[in-house]
């Protein structure tokens, strides 16, 4: 059974409604973001005011649909953070986006200058880190992902914030498709999904939330029970409360991802391209952006959530936490006395 700290529980009923459903925004891409805008405007590294502003749009007409949003410390936070309500979550990156790729695999880093304290420090509801994993990756590069998640676990029950784990399997040098965009691998296997969820739900990585991708290619969600087995198998290894993210999937194909996540215990979603993506690509329309977020972005938002509000299951109540759900220990006159200071 997991118990919660008062912090960690107390920051993840911030992330999630009345109902214990997160239904979150990612505004923390950089690449995906970076590299459309450097290209149309033939630069080699995007203009950091347009990317800003970018984000600052996704925060003002995405976070009425939102119960948390997920930002970075590049550009959404300097830029966009006066504008989130306080009444939303907000969960914080630490990874850099810039991984390093080794001839064994990608190695994780955190941000320079950033950190769990800093993250704690200015009233972020929990800590996001997405570390890139292949169970089959060399060994070196296994350990080290392995050290680095360990790392934050700690850090993160040493500061008292939920720490939200994101994994995403990707191609190795031998494998078709390479590629090192942040896009859903081609031709990715479940085995290997399943397999980095089932490391890091031991509990020597601390993790509270897992935000996880489709285990089958989103195109394969196909609504069958063959794919809802391999769904429910996650949804048994995480052995927590988790998310679904869309990793550039289109509108419809994360819907049925979603359907078949919540069909196998999910609570919810923290998404980013799938909502927003047509909207960006009006770039440097700055009018088209904002009415196609307004539009087609806040109406995906509205439908997804509705799925969710039918059928995603409330966090609180996850069997992680036994039968009287999410509470913390110990809640007595005891309390004060063995709650540790930083």
């Known amino acids: 059974m997991m118990e919660l700290t008062p912090g960690k529980l107390w920051g993840l009923r911030r992330m999630a409604d009345a109902n214990g459903i997160f239904k979150m925004t990612a505004v923390d891409q950089r690449p995906?973001?970076?590299?459309p805008i450097a290209a149309h405007l033939g630069l080699e590294q995007a203009p950091w005011e347009e990317v800003a502003r970018f984000k600052g749009l996704l925060i003002e007409t995405l976070q009425a649909q939102s119960t948390a949003m997920l930002l970075d410390p590049h550009y959404a936070i300097p830029y966009g953070i006066g504008a989130l309500s306080p009444t939303k979550g907000l969960v914080v990156t630490l990874e850099d986006s810039v991984f390093a790729e080794t001839p064994g695999g990608r190695l994780s880093s955190d941000i320079d200058d950033w950190s769990v304290a800093k993250i704690k420090r200015m009233s972020g509801d929990a800590v996001k880190v997405l570390a890139w994993y292949r169970p089959d990756a060399d060994a070196e590069v296994v350990q080290k992902q392995n050290d680095y998640v360990k790392r934050i676990g700690e850090e993160c029950a040493r500061y008292d914030i939920p720490f939200l784990l994101e994994m995403l399997v990707y191609p190795l040098a031998a494998d078709a498709h390479q590629t090192k965009d942040y896009v859903e691998m081609k031709g990715?296997?479940?085995d290997d999904v399943l397999a980095t969820v089932e490391e890091f739900a031991k509990p020597d990585y601390g993790v509270d939330?897992?935000?996880?991708?489709?285990?089958?290619?989103?195109?394969?969600?196909?609504?069958?029970?063959?794919?809802?087995?391999?769904f429910d198998e996650m949804g048994r290894l995480a052995g927590r409360p988790w998310v679904m993210l869309s990793a550039g999937a289109g509108k419809a194909e994360f819907r049925k991802v979603l359907e078949h996540a919540f069909a196998a215990g999910a609570s919810g979603?923290?998404?980013g391209r799938a909502i927003w993506l047509d909207a960006f690509r009006a770039y440097p329309d700055w009018a088209a952006i904002e009415a196609g977020l307004r539009g087609g972005?806040?109406?995906?938002?509205?439908d997804i959530s509705a799925l969710a509000d039918a059928h995603a299951a409330d966090w609180s109540k996850h069997a992680c936490y036994g039968a009287g759900g999410a509470r913390f220990s110990p809640a007595d006159a005891s309390f004060r006395h063995g709650y540790a200071s930083i």
């Open 32 to 35: 995906p973001i970076k590299g």
């Open 188 to 190: 990715k296997k479940a």
């Open 209 to 230: 939330v897992f935000k996880l991708e489709s285990p089958v290619n989103a195109a394969d969600a196909d609504g069958s029970a063959e794919v809802q087995a391999v």
């Open 269 to 271: 979603f923290l998404a």
């Open 297 to 302: 972005a806040v109406d995906y938002m509205s």
